[in-house]
C-alpha cells in the first residue's frame, strides 16, 4: 500500500501524524485503532502467517533496525 492511501486510512480513524513518521510506525497505529494486533514490520513477520494482510508489503519492506 502506498504512502497516500495509509494516509488515508490514518484520517478517517482519526489519527495524527507526520509526514517524517515512519509508514511501519503509522500502520502499526492504524492496527491498534482497528483493534489489530500492532505488529507491521516487527520481528513478528518472520514467523507470519497473514498471507491476506493488507499491510503484508508494507511489513515486509526494509526496516531500520531500531524500529522493529
Known sequence: ???SRIEQEAECLG???TAEQPDVLLVRRIQGASG???C????????CRKRDCRWRTT???LVAFWLR
Open 15 to 17: 489519527i495524527e501524524f
Open 59 to 61: 511489513c515486509y519492506g
Open 36 to 38: 489489530q494486533p500492532m
Open 1 to 3: 500500500m502506498n504512502r
Open 40 to 47: 507491521c514490520g516487527t520481528d513478528e513477520r518472520e514467523g
